[in-house]
């Protein structure tokens, strides 16, 4: 039962908090770091490197120290950039050791930049972005159209309806949409962009939603450099929100799965809305399910219209490339978007905490306890300490949670820690947590692993261990770099929520000059009883 509930914390959050990040930023290696159940690492290893995709001459784990600035160095000179009179930044990685090229569309907008009431929206906007456009999905765009703004104008008057408590008159509504639904249909041509990117050869299509960015990404041949220019921008150029009302029934579908039907989704997103009570890191990614119900397409259309603005976007392309080509060719496909004024950011700080806050969801469930601390955001100088905790604590059967909870206590049959939850671009958090082990109850757990988190407080750690984990995360840094899809997710990634980069390596050397007394005093700052947030989950009375 309880690698069942594994399986569904991982499947949470990937959707939810989408750890996806971590197979692509600083130190971690596939995304498995940050939840690294050892009979998930080939479902999460395949759902990082997708088929066909080529690879560097990648260093092995064990390249000398002296050996590692010489590469990336490789790698930096291999990269160059150039930005759009409209803002749209592009970044390209030359490397021709296979005729491939990797494409990403980093958008720097998530769940934390959605409205009050509006939860939902960049998830929503990541499904349509897959519909097509006026010219692609379609046999009538003009006829479509028209029964698009009756289905807009029917939801409306049901929505009215509702709220007067008109019965008669939603059923009469009800009837009508669903004719219009399917008139509407009609004109649908069903996945044709996707097919369109199959038939040329393209693989990996996908996107991923995340409470800090929402990115679309895959790969190509390298002769097909322009249709990839031509379908990207026409899907964001000119986007049509079709299938919107059938999509919603998905999205609810999926929240129900993720969330309102697994106990792991519901503790989470209880724990967060706890853990904060002003950031919008509280909200889920999916977003709840009344605001699910009431989003319009208009609301998706204004969504759209505010963050994917061109110097909101960041193109990210690694392969078998030209540069001045790809300038040449975005210059005439991207060019033709509009710059828009600066996109807003969140401007709701999360005061601090000043006093140990708790939860408890009882779900038919194994025991589950959870601890989250505040930590700052990704550009604070010590995020990179807070990484190096996370490693010690959970870097596999060698890590301080397993070692001590699983193999010596044996109170727990499964302990993990990492930074960066749900998002990294705000102050966030720094969680652990624990599956007890059969007899063992919540509270010989929370003590068991309280206890290692006050070591890391009272004893310095060794100097061999953090020499350990360093190497760890260089080799996972490494990692990331040996694919072209690693490197364009990364090298867009950073650029954004950093401003620049090339910061990605500028982290082994920030790792280098992490001391022991930098673990203890950050430790000590951070794993107080006035910045604990405690989760329970526990099985249904």
Do not use: C
């Not at 759902?47 to 160095?73: H, K, R, V």
């Not at 991923?208 to 249709?227: G, H, I, M």
């Not at 699910?292 to 490339?321: E, S």
């Not at 600066?342 to 806050?357: G, I, L, N």
């Amino acid at each position: 039962m309880y690698m069942a509930q594994l399986r569904n914390f991982w499947g949470y959050l990937m959707e939810s908090s989408k750890f996806k990040k971590s197979a692509v930023k600083r130190f971690k290696k596939i995304a498995i770091d940050k939840v690294r159940w050892r009979s998930l690492i080939a479902v999460a290893f395949l759902f990082w490197n997708f088929s066909g995709l080529a690879t560097f001459a990648a260093p092995q784990d064990n390249m000398p120290p002296s050996s590692i600035e010489p590469y990336l160095n490789r790698v930096k000179e291999q990269i160059t950039e150039f930005t759009l009179d409209n803002g749209l930044k592009f970044i390209v990685l030359e490397n021709h050791d296979a005729p491939v090229i990797s494409f990403v569309t980093y958008a720097n907008v998530g769940g934390v930049d959605e409205p009050d009431g509006k939860t939902g929206v960049a998830h929503f906007l990541e499904h349509l972005a897959f519909k097509g456009t006026k010219k692609i999905g379609t046999t009538n765009y003009r006829a479509e159209a028209k029964e698009l703004k009756k289905l807009d104008r029917l939801f409306g008057d049901i929505q009215q309806a509702r709220e007067s408590g008109d019965n008669a008159k939603i059923a009469k509504l009800s009837d009508d949409f669903a004719a219009v639904q399917s008139a509407a249909s009609k004109y649908v041509k069903q996945n044709e962009y996707g097919n369109i990117v199959d038939t040329a050869g393209g693989v990996g299509l996908n996107a991923a939603t995340s409470a800090d960015y929402t990115s679309y990404f895959y790969s190509f041949p390298a002769n097909k450099l322009e249709l990839w220019m031509s379908l990207e921008s026409e899907r964001f150029l000119q986007p049509v929100f079709r299938e919107f009302y059938k999509e919603k029934q998905v999205i609810l579908e999926e929240r129900r799965l993720r969330t309102d039907n697994s106990p792991i989704g519901k503790m989470i997103e209880e724990f967060l809305d706890t853990s904060f009570t002003t950031h919008p890191y509280k909200r889920p990614v999916i977003g709840y399910q009344e605001d699910i119900n009431n989003l319009t397409r208009d609301d998706v259309r204004k969504f759209f219209q505010a963050y994917y603005a061109p110097n909101n976007l960041t193109m990210a392309i690694a392969g078998d490339v030209d540069p001045q080509a790809v300038e040449n060719l975005a210059q005439t496909y991207f060019g033709r978007f509009k710059a828009q004024p600066q996109v807003a950011t969140v401007d709701k700080p999360e005061p601090p905490q000043t006093e140990t806050r708790e939860v408890t969801v009882e779900f038919p469930s194994q025991p589950w306890y959870l601890e989250g601390y505040h930590i700052p955001a990704l550009s604070h100088p010590d995020y990179a300490v807070y990484e190096v905790i996370s490693e010690l604590l959970s870097s596999g059967r060698t890590s301080r949670l397993y070692k001590s909870l699983v193999e010596e206590k044996q109170v727990a049959l499964s302990a993990q820690g990492f930074s960066g939850f749900p998002g990294d671009k705000y102050p966030n958090l720094m969680m652990v947590y624990a599956l007890t082990a059969p007899g063992i109850s919540i509270d010989e757990l929370a003590i068991a692993l309280r206890a290692e988190i006050e070591l890391l407080k009272s004893e310095p750690v060794k100097s061999t261990e953090l020499e350990q984990v360093k190497t760890q995360l260089k080799a996972g840094l490494l990692r990331t770099l040996d694919s072209n899809m690693g490197m364009a997710r990364i090298l867009a990634e950073y650029h954004a929520k950093t401003g620049d980069w090339r910061n990605i390596f500028n982290e082994l050397t920030k790792l280098e000059t992490i001391t022991t007394e930098d673990i203890q005093r950050v430790a000590k700052k951070t794993f107080t009883a006035e910045n604990r947030t405690i989760g329970r989950l526990l099985p249904s009375s």
